[in-house]
Every structure is written in C-alpha cells, then in structure tokens.
C-alpha cells in the first residue's frame, strides 16, 4: 500500500513538473514573440531548471540575448545550442548567427572555427560557405586592405562605404542588419560615376532602401596589380592564421587557370574545398579530378563527424 502511494504522489510530481515546464515554455515563446526579451529569458531559463539541454531553449536564449545587445550572452548560449545537439543541421541559424557575432566582435579565429566546423559537416550545405567566406575576408581586408572595421561591428546601415573592390561591397551588404537583426538583401544596382547605390529591403520587409559605395580611386584597373601580389603574398604566408590566408584566396578571384594551379600545390584541405567552390567551368581537368577527390573526402569526414548521417 505505502508502495502503490508513492508511486501515485511520484507521478503526481512528475505531471505537475512537466505541467510547469510545458506552462514556462508557452510563456517563453508568447513573450519572445511580443518582443520582452527579459520576460522570455525568465521563462526559457525557468524551463530549462525542468527540462536540461534542450536545443530550442538554448536558441531560444542565445535570440533573446542577441537582440537584447548583449552579445557574450547570446554567444554562450548559441554555443550551449550545439553542444546540446551535435547534428550540426539542427542549428543551421545559430551557427550562422553565432559566427556573425564572433566576427563583429572581431574573434575572428572563433568566426572561423564555428563555420569551418560548419562546412566540414555539412559541405554541400552553400549557406555555410558563404559564412565561411565572409569569416576570412573580413579579417584578410581589414588587416590588409584597411577596409574600415566599423563597418563591421556595427551593422546597422551607413550613410556611405568606402571601398576598393566588390569584394568589400558584397561582404558589407551581408553583414548589415536593421534594429530587429533582420538582414538586408541586395537585388539590384546602379553606377553613379565613381560610386555605385545597390538596392534591396529587410527580409519580410517591402520598403526598398539603398547603399552607397565610393570608391578610393578613378582607375580600378592600376591597382588590381598591387593587390594581387599583396594578396598572393598572404596567400602564401604559412606563419599566418588560416583564415586570412583563405581570405587572401578569395580576395584573388575570378581564378584563372595559372591562380587555380597555385592553390591547388598547398596541402590544406580547406583551402582546395573553397577554391574548388569558386572556380570556373574552364578550369583544367586535372584541377577538376582534385576537386572532385577533395569533395568525396569532406563528405566522407562528414559522415564520421555527424551523426545526422547515419541515423
């Protein structure tokens, strides 16, 4: 008898507990979704005590801190999002999320890490790519071609950029956001002498609003020269850190054939993964077979690393 009741008051416990979470959680995301943050991070917080390492808490948290200007919170528990969930698929938005804030805060080797870590996942995944890139140029242009680190860690919309190349263009316009971190998405552009306006809206957004580019010299042509060399230089620089080397890489493109020979000599997989992914339909076959054998290994390592692949 006295054993029967303690297992009717345990698993009247345990219905309440999952109740109050169940009730934390419906509170949480109704507060997230009205935009109080602290209210929300009161009830994900509370909800975790119940129910530990939930992956969607941990998001959930890491949005609420994100949005909220405090960012070594929100990276905390971008973090805790992966470590809660090692399939790597799961968390497509907080690793994206989670290397924009490495890199506005100018971690550049943790920007690096987490969408390196991405990509050798995931390969064929072009969204973790493209962060991949955007993670080496950054730190390649503002130590190397003085592009202005402001317009890196504060995202929100200039009146105006400097710039040498479209390189800098395309990595400024992804990386701006407007107050409710929503991302700006370039469709279209126009020159205006030396400068150039690109336009586009927010995400769920309709108002069209633009960029204006100016451009640090008249005669583009004369300087592509100088900054090949100092870019192939950095290349070539096995004393610096991989992703400014990546970074140089990618400041050389378009690769034409005598560039994609030279990467194709260096030993690190990461950096044939990425040219293979910026190269062109004329490039040699021999070139063409590495990529090929280089994908296949990725993959493979991918397979080791991510359990979403063998369930």
């Not at 939930?54 to 971008?78: E, H, N, V």
């Not at 504060?154 to 400097?162: E, F, V």
């Not at 400024?172 to 700006?184: L, M, Q, S, T, Y």
């Not at 960029?211 to 060399?229: G, I, P, R, Y």
């Amino acid at each position: 008898m006295k054993l029967l009741l303690c297992c009717l008051l345990l698993m009247t416990f345990n219905s309440m507990q999952a109740q109050s979470a169940t009730e934390y959680w419906r509170n949480g995301v109704a507060a997230f979704d009205a935009k109080e943050y602290s209210k929300a991070i009161h009830f994900f917080k509370a909800y975790d005590e119940l129910s530990p390492h939930k992956t969607t808490a941990q998001y959930y948290l890491g949005q609420c801190y994100d949005l909220s200007q405090k960012a070594d919170s929100a990276i905390y528990f971008y973090e805790k999002t992966m470590e809660y969930n090692k399939s790597i698929h799961a968390n497509d938005n907080a690793i994206i999320k989670l290397t924009r804030l490495y890199l506005r805060k100018k971690d550049f080797a943790n920007a690096y890490r987490v969408s390196a870590d991405a990509v050798a996942a995931f390969p064929e995944n072009l969204g973790f790519a493209l962060e991949l890139k955007d993670a080496c140029l950054w730190p390649y242009l503002i130590r190397n071609r003085k592009l202005n680190a402001d317009y890196l860690t504060n995202p929100i919309k200039h009146i105006s950029y400097i710039v040498n190349t479209v390189d800098e263009q395309h990595i400024i316009a992804r990386n701006i956001i407007n107050e409710k971190g929503v991302p700006f998405e370039a469709d279209k552009r126009r020159n205006v002498g030396f400068a150039e306006r690109w336009y586009g809206r927010y995400a769920n957004d309709t108002a069209i609003i633009s960029l204006h580019f100016v451009f640090t010299t008249k005669n583009m042509s004369n300087e592509l020269d100088e900054q090949d060399a100092n870019a192939l230089q950095v290349f070539e620089n096995k004393e610096a850190p991989l992703f400014e080397r990546l970074g140089a890489m990618y400041a050389l493109m378009p690769f034409d054939k005598k560039k994609m020979a030279v990467i194709m000599e260096h030993d690190e997989l990461m950096i044939r993964y990425c040219a293979c992914k910026e190269m062109r339909s004329d490039i040699p076959k021999k070139h063409q077979k590495i990529c090929e054998n280089d994908e296949r290994a990725l993959i493979q390592k991918a397979v080791e690393i991510n359990p979403a692949f063998v369930k």
